[in-house]
């Protein structure tokens, strides 16, 4: 399963886009990308996924480059709420949930 | 609404004493796992079932053991409890689509086990 890095924290305003990357060096071929949100004693929660390119949903952005090798999660104007711990994965199937990125939203 | 439960939400044991945590879902997928999350960590994969098939993970203790008894059902066992295992236990489920897709995984609240 491919190992994912990413920032251990961010802080950021409310209103603001807020940008996490996430390395992943030796992504498989067949590898999906995958984005989830967990909040303080709750279960993680979906937020996007893209194998190439541009994603887009109703609350993330999702940019892949062509050698696939990092990811962008795009949040645009953040709210206080979304302050949350935001994990990378890669892989299909069962999951290896790597350290993830404390994003913190200030007032 | 479809969804994935955990009953009980808090579960307190003692030292060694076994313990059943419960999960059901109503999505109908043929795909369930089971994390454990320690504090201020990732959660971390102990086990899934695909469909009626069992898969452990390497470094999953023999202590933790699981059931599936039909679709909707999954337990988490576990034999001989230590204050280690103290943790949040995450059931997750999700429907593979098969060799062209990916997989949405869909997480319960979890259960927060209490060892003393």
């Known amino acids: 399963l491919a190992k994912t890095t990413q920032p251990i924290s961010m802080d950021s305003y409310e209103g603001q886009e807020v940008n996490i990357t996430c390395s992943h060096n030796?992504?498989?071929?067949?590898?999906?990308i995958t984005w989830y949100q967990q909040f303080p004693s709750q279960g993680p929660r979906f937020i996007i996924q893209?194998?190439?390119t541009k994603v887009t949903n109703e609350v993330a952005s999702l940019f892949i480059p062509a050698d696939r090798k990092s990811s962008t999660l795009s949040l645009p104007r953040v709210s206080l709420s979304d302050t949350a711990v935001y994990y990378c994965l890669v892989g299909r199937g069962q999951l290896t949930f790597g350290s993830g990125t404390q994003l913190t939203v200030l007032p | 609404d479809a969804m994935v439960i955990q009953n009980p939400r808090y579960q307190v044991t003692q030292f060694g004493k076994p313990v059943t945590l419960s999960c059901s879902q109503t999505l109908n997928h043929n795909v369930m796992y089971w994390y454990q999350q320690k504090s201020s960590q990732a959660p971390k994969l102990l086990f899934h079932?695909?469909?009626?098939?069992?898969?452990n993970e390497a470094d999953t203790p023999d202590n933790f053991q699981s059931r599936r008894p039909n679709t909707s059902f999954c337990f988490l066992d576990i034999r001989s409890p230590g204050l280690g295992d103290a943790a949040m236990y995450l059931c997750?489920?999700?429907?593979?689509?098969?060799?062209?897709?990916?997989?949405?995984?869909?997480f319960g609240p979890g259960t927060r086990l209490t060892v003393t």
């Open positions: 030796n992504i498989a071929t067949n590898d999906y």
């Open positions: 997750a489920t999700s429907r593979d689509q098969g060799a062209s897709s990916s997989y949405e995984q869909y």
């Open positions: 893209g194998y190439k």
């Open positions: 079932y695909y469909d009626k098939d069992f898969n």
